[in-house]
C-alpha cells in the first residue's frame, strides 16, 4: 500500500470534481475548490473520518468494497479505478467489482436527474445506482445481497418482487427478463456470471426454465409500463434508456407527460419518500437477503 500516493490520488480527484457535476448544490463559502471531504464521504457511505485519515496517510487498508465506493463517489474512470485499487495494495478489481462499477458517463447523466425516477442496471438486472425518487417508487435496492441483486433472480424467486407491476402484465414481463437475459448471456458465454445465473433460475423455477426454451432475445420490451406504489397505485410511466458502448450497463429513466395523473404522481413520490414504503415490498427485501446460494 503506497499511502502517500493513495493521499495524493484521492486528494486530486476530489478537487477536480466541482458539486454540480454531481448534482449538489454549490452552497456558498467553499474555500478552496473541489468536494469537500465530508461530501465524498456521504457519496460512499464511509464517515467523514475514516476518509480524512486517508487522505492524510493514516487509517488502516482499505477494503475492495471501500474502494470500490470511492471510485463511484470519484466518478473514475476504468484506468482510474484500477490505479487506485494498485496504489492501495489491492489487485485489479475482479469481475464482479468491474461489472458493478457504474459507468462514469452514466453516472453524470443520473447526477442530473431529479425530479424523475432514474435507475442504473447492468445487464443481469442489477441495481447499480438509483436516485431518490427511483428509491421512493422501487425501495432501497441495495439492501439485496448475492443472487438476489439480480432483478432477474428475484422476479422468478421471490414472488414478492413482483409487487410492482399489475397481475396481467406479469406474463409479459417474465417474458422480458428472459429475453433480457438470453441478450446478456450470448456475448457472456457459459462460464460467465450470466451462465450462472441462468443455470440456477434454469434448475430452481420451472416457468423460466420454459421461457429461456423460447430462445427470445431483446434487451428491451417495452416502452411504456405501469408500475404500482402501495400508497399512490398504478403509475403509467413511459421508459427511456440509454447503454454503455459495451451495452453492459443501461440508465434507465421513468418520465410522465406533464398534467397528467401520472405525472402528478410522479412528483408525489418526493413527498411520500421511503417513509411509507409498503411492508410487501419490505417483506421481499428481507426475501431477498435470504438469497445468498447458487450464483455469485
Not at 49 to 66: A, N, V
Not at 120 to 140: H, I, K
Not at 153 to 172: A, K, N, Q, S, T
Not at 273 to 289: I, M, N, P, V, Y
Request: aromatic share 6%; hydrophobic share 40%; charged share 30%.
Amino acid at each position: 500500500m503506497d499511502r502517500a500516493e493513495l493521499a495524493a490520488f484521492l486528494r486530486r480527484r476530489r478537487e477536480d470534481l466541482r458539486p454540480e457535476d454531481l448534482g449538489l448544490p454549490a452552497g456558498a463559502r467553499r474555500r478552496a475548490p473541489g468536494l469537500r471531504r465530508e461530501e465524498v464521504a456521504a457519496l460512499a457511505a464511509m464517515s467523514t473520518d475514516y476518509y480524512t485519515r486517508l487522505e492524510q496517510q493514516r487509517g488502516p487498508q482499505p477494503s475492495e468494497q471501500m474502494l470500490a465506493a470511492l471510485a463511484r463517489a470519484l466518478r473514475l474512470t476504468d484506468d482510474e479505478r484500477d490505479y487506485l485499487f494498485r496504489v492501495a495494495g489491492r489487485n485489479a478489481p475482479s469481475p464482479q467489482v468491474t461489472a458493478t462499477h457504474v459507468a462514469p458517463g452514466l453516472q453524470r447523466v443520473l447526477d442530473r436527474l431529479s425530479d424523475t425516477p432514474a435507475l442504473v442496471l447492468s445487464s443481469l438486472g442489477e441495481v447499480l445506482v438509483q436516485n431518490r425518487l427511483a428509491e421512493a417508487l422501487y425501495g432501497d435496492t441495495s439492501r439485496y445481497t448475492g443472487p438476489a441483486r439480480s432483478w432477474i433472480y428475484r422476479w422468478f424467486l421471490h414472488p414478492d418482487g413482483r409487487l410492482i407491476y399489475p397481475e396481467r402484465d406479469h406474463d409479459r414481463h417474465s417474458r422480458a427478463q428472459v429475453a433480457n437475459l438470453r441478450a446478456a448471456y450470448g456475448p457472456l458465454g457459459p462460464r460467465s456470471r450470466a451462465g450462472e445465473l441462468v443455470r440456477v433460475l434454469c434448475r430452481e423455477s420451472a416457468e423460466f426454465a420454459e421461457l429461456w426454451e423460447r430462445h427470445e432475445v431483446a434487451k428491451r420490451f417495452v416502452d411504456h409500463k405501469v408500475l404500482v406504489h402501495p400508497q399512490l397505485g398504478e403509475i403509467e410511466v413511459d421508459c427511456q434508456a440509454l447503454f454503455t458502448e459495451d451495452q453492459s450497463q443501461m440508465l434507465l429513466v421513468l418520465t410522465a407527460p406533464p398534467r397528467t395523473e401520472a405525472f402528478e404522481k410522479l412528483q408525489l413520490l418526493g413527498v411520500l419518500g421511503t417513509e411509507k414504503f409498503g411492508d410487501a415490498q419490505r417483506d421481499s427485501l428481507s426475501a431477498g437477503q435470504a438469497g445468498e446460494s447458487g450464483y455469485r
